[in-house]
């Protein structure tokens, strides 16, 4: 069984404050340093994880 979840509005805000400064951190750290090929892989993996998520909801 599946619980929803929800966040406050002082959690939400939060997620908002910090939203921009943890896309760069991942950029740098975990995109940035693959080069072309290996980020149209992770792509390609990333949109089929998505897929199956989308069909199981």
């Not at 997620?15 to 992770?42: F, K, M, N, R, S």
């Amino acid at each position: 069984m599946r619980l929803p979840a929800a966040l406050t509005e002082a959690g939400m805000a939060k997620v908002v404050e910090t939203a921009p400064g943890h896309a760069a951190e991942v950029l740098d750290l975990a995109i940035g340093p693959l080069d072309p090929a290996q980020q149209a892989a992770l792509r390609e993996i990333a949109e089929r994880i998505v897929g199956t998520i989308e069909k199981t909801r």
